[in-house]
């Protein structure tokens, strides 16, 4: 591990060096944040959205859509409030969802906002082809200008979070370069995006909601490196930085880490190799099929030391896809960095070394495969490092590789992946696990299937409301003999949880942040409206 954290410190000092003389990378770019007024901020949190700021193709998805409403929306608790809905109701088999709508919304160009406007996006949305699933969606009924209905195939309970995360778009200005220039009904609107280096936007003054105390902000965007070292030139008011630059001091700004499900993890090829995707590419890895390997890596893993070593301490020990969220169930964490448990599982299971090589193996199957991550990727290549480190004495030897996507999707079928997910919707536990999606794009790409963990998720995606679905979600992960964490089969190895680390300018208020979801989008900006100067 301590190897691990030099090798991570001498890249995040190249970084350092390759990247300092980019913040303000353009002859657009804003004046330094100190010279800007008070109503103005710049800000460095995240990439370029690269299809745009559309909602119907998945805009908004991680964090505020921004320049858009929802229906409903989620407070710091991750409770269920009003955006553009002021009620809603289901009916008795909860397939028909009724939806009333506040009558002050309009438009960023004054027009008001209809039920008409709301069933257009829906519409547009499930034809897509995006990542948004609408395919539960019978059809949406106009009942009048304030009132939506929706009519489901089957009751699905995480419908409702459908109605949190599609932004609504006006039906009358929803044409081909909607992407670049949205119009919408959120605190803010879009003035001026200059492709791979910044957008601006401005205050909506026809919002209904609670008025942001900024009028203007300035997006840039900047990679990891290049934002910490713009916030040292002090060109930015907050700046998201990775863990490897924490430890490092800006004067007047200070660290804020934001908690999330922001995971990292092994996902495991669950079935024997021999099979082929309709693609032609390899499906099934003969180690890794293995329960007992599954398992004792699991057990072995330190992931505390992971945390530590790797993230400079700003994370947390990972155990499922949706820890800390209302329907993770808390019975489903095991005891790790339990290295002698973990030997003594593969000894029962017949995996010794008997050749004196320090790599176990069972008959002519060896214990060893290779561990993938994106190359881009240097926090991921560390934590594939740290576990291949981590599990050479028990016997299990590990190759770190680092590949290009498309190789990744290629090969993601038969050699474990290091790969990460996060989501404030339990419908991506059901996405990650269930045999519907087996290697379904990057969905279950180990082709796992347990079919009692399946028939919980059935029926938590088919219980009418959030809240009766929790205890069918928290028995797929562990019911006390089976499940889909690594108690049960084990089909992943989770490791971490990142915070979302950022300089903040002293003074700078951001909120009560909430869990955060995955890095894309930027989840920083979802409570915007509270944001302010305190000094």
């Known amino acids: 591990m301590k190897r691990v ?137 106009v009942v009048d200008e304030h009132t939506i209905r929706f009519h489901l195939k089957e009751p699905q309970s995480t419908f409702v979070q459908m109605l949190v995360a599609t932004g609504i778009v006006p039906r009358h200005a929803h044409g081909k370069d909607y992407a670049s220039k949205p119009i919408g009904s959120g605190p803010y609107k879009l003035v001026q995006w200059d492709k791979g280096q910044q957008a601006i936007v401005e205050a909506n003054p026809d919002y209904y909601g609670s008025k942001p105390y900024f009028k203007k902000l300035t997006f840039l965007f900047l990679n990891e490196d290049a934002a910490y070292a713009a916030a040292k030139a002090g060109k930015v008011d907050i700046s998201y930085i990775p863990a490897a630059f924490s430890k490092q001091p800006v004067a ?22 021999g099979g082929q995707a309709k693609e032609g590419v390899p499906i099934g890895n003969d180690v890794t099929a293995e329960p007992a390997i599954r398992k004792a890596v699991n057990m072995a893993l330190d ?49 010794k070394d008997t050749d004196g090589d320090g790599i176990r193996e069972r008959g002519a199957l ?32 590990i190759k770190a590789e680092g590949k290009s996507w498309d190789e990744l999707e290629k090969q993601m079928h038969a050699s474990p992946v290091l790969f990460g997910w996060g989501s404030h919707d339990p419908l991506e536990m059901y996405h990650v696990y269930s045999a519907k999606y087996q290697g379904v794009e990057y969905y279950n790409p180990g082709y796992y299937r347990n079919d009692t963990v399946e ?5 938590a995606l088919r219980a009418k409301t959030e809240k009766e679905a929790m205890d ?48 894309h989008g930027w989840p920083v900006t979802d409570n915007l409206e509270e944001w302010r100067w305190t000094k």
């Open 455 to 459: 028939d919980y998720m059935n029926k």
């Open 5 to 141: 954290k030099e090798r991570l410190r001498k890249w995040a000092c190249l970084g350092m060096i390759l990247t300092v003389g980019l913040a303000g990378c353009t002859s657009s770019a804003p004046e330094e944040a100190s010279s800007a007024p008070k109503e103005e901020l710049i800000l460095a949190v995240g990439g370029e959205p690269e299809a745009g700021f559309d909602p119907t193709t998945g805009w908004g998805r991680y964090g505020s859509p921004l320049f858009q409403s929802t229906l409903l929306k989620r407070d710091s608790e991750l409770k269920i409030g009003y955006d553009l809905a002021t009620s809603y109701e289901l009916n008795e088999d909860g397939t028909i969802w009724t939806v009333k709508l506040r009558k002050d919304a309009k438009f960023s160009d004054g027009i008001n906002v209809t039920a008409d406007d709301v069933q257009y996006t829906f519409e547009a949305a499930g034809k897509s082809g995006s990542a948004i699933d609408l395919s539960n969606l019978k059809s949406t009924e």
């Open 303 to 351: 992931r505390k030391a992971i945390v530590e070593g790797v993230l400079e301490g700003h994370g947390t020990p990972a155990y499922t896809v949706n820890d800390g969220l209302p329907w993770f169930n808390p019975e489903s964490v095991i005891r790790d960095a339990d290295m002698e448990g973990a030997k003594k599982l593969l000894e029962q299971d017949g995996w």
């Open 366 to 397: 060896k214990a060893e495969f290779k561990l993938l991550y994106p190359a881009s990727d240097v926090t991921r290549q560390s934590l594939a490092i740290a576990v291949a480190d981590m599990l050479k004495p028990l016997g299990i030897q």
């Open 472 to 519: 069918y979600w928290k028995k797929a992960q562990w019911d006390g003999s089976t499940g889909l964490s690594a108690k049960g089969d084990a089909p992943w190895a989770w490791l971490v949880n990142l915070d979302h680390l950022y300089l903040v300018k002293e003074g700078l208020d951001i909120g009560k942040q909430p869990i955060h979801p995955h890095g």
């Open 252 to 273: 007047g700004m200070r660290l804020e880490a934001a908690r999330s499900v922001d995971n990292r993890g092994i996902m495991f090829p669950y079935i024997k190799a």
